[in-house]
């Protein structure tokens, strides 16, 4: 399980690399407030590579409602959430 946790988690690292909107300097602008880095909306299309990496189907409610507002909450959140899935799937 654990090759699969660093798998996921660079998948995770890599969509947030390239996905997340992050303010420029000088502050944010009233767009900028209504929005995390990775809305959930976006968060979705990172389950079409997480499913084939875990070889399953996950369902969207691994995406917190909302988004994620640092890298660290989108990485090891969702695969927590991820890993939680598929030890409750084995049962």
């Known amino acids: 399980m ?5 798998q996921i988690k660079a998948a995770l690292e890599e969509f947030w690399d390239e996905h997340a909107l992050i303010p420029e300097a000088g502050g944010p602008s009233t767009v900028d407030e209504l929005l995390e880095p990775i809305e959930s909306m976006t968060a979705v299309e990172v389950l079409a590579i997480l499913d084939k990496i875990v070889e399953t189907e996950l369902p969207n409610s691994v995406i917190r409602a909302g988004g994620y507002k640092t890298r660290e909450e989108f990485v ?3 695969s927590a959430k991820v890993l939680s899935y598929l030890q409750a799937k084995k049962k």
């Open 76 to 78: 090891d959140g969702l």
């Open 2 to 6: 654990a090759d699969l946790e660093k």
